[in-house]
């Protein structure tokens, strides 16, 4: 493996809004192949707890058009923004696939939450950057009834299952501009020894 390659891919990933794809169809057999990706994430006791609902052609709109609808059904009248329902409904219009990625809660007690959430963000982390590296556009999302149990129902889950975001991919025209870190990595790191 070359160090240079996956530090490139890794340091050039961007998150991209949906509103910036163009509307461009990823064949199903590379989301197939990102989803193998995500698939060999590193996983305590081989419980292997990501999930992954893929919405494509016409079920994208559907999606966001539900997604929509539980906003609106769910927002208390007075937080209800007109704004942000069209902007849930719209999400989609230019993206080609949406995947809904969630923790599924296996039943041995030994294996904490958080070490299952953390399985399924690396299982997503895999995703995006197989992603980065075909030139898909991607946005890793958790707004509007993301973490809702109005979208847990939606969606078939149980009551010990987790949401952990909304995946939209398509392709871009423009590359969004270079990343930055805003904190030095040596305030983040406490060398010992």
């Keep these: 493996m070359n160090f240079e390659i996956i530090k490139t891919v890794i340091k050039n990933r961007r998150s991209y809004k949906p509103m910036l794809m163009n509307g461009k169809k990823i064949d199903d057999d590379i989301i197939n192949n990102l989803l193998e990706l995500a698939d060999w994430a590193p996983t305590h006791a081989h419980t292997e707890p990501w999930r992954f609902v893929v919405f494509a052609n016409e079920a994208v709109q559907q999606f966001c058009n539900d997604h929509a609808a539980l906003y609106k059904a769910n927002a208390p009248a007075e937080k209800f923004e007109t704004a942000k ?109």
Aim: charged share 20%; net charge positive.
């Design 85 to 193: 329902y069209e902007k849930i409904r719209h999400n989609g219009d230019h993206c080609s696939h949406i995947i809904a990625v969630y923790m599924k809660r296996g039943a041995n007690p030994k294996i904490t939450v958080i070490e299952e959430i953390c399985a399924v963000a690396a299982a997503v982390q895999n995703l995006l950057l197989g992603a980065a590296s075909l030139n898909i556009a991607a946005l890793w999302s958790t707004g509007g009834l993301t973490f809702h149990s109005a979208m847990k129902n939606y969606l078939g889950l149980r009551e010990e299952d987790q949401m952990i975001g909304l995946i939209y991919l398509g392709y871009a025209d423009k590359a969004i501009k270079e990343g930055s870190r805003i904190i030095p990595l040596n305030e983040k790191v406490d060398r010992r020894g």
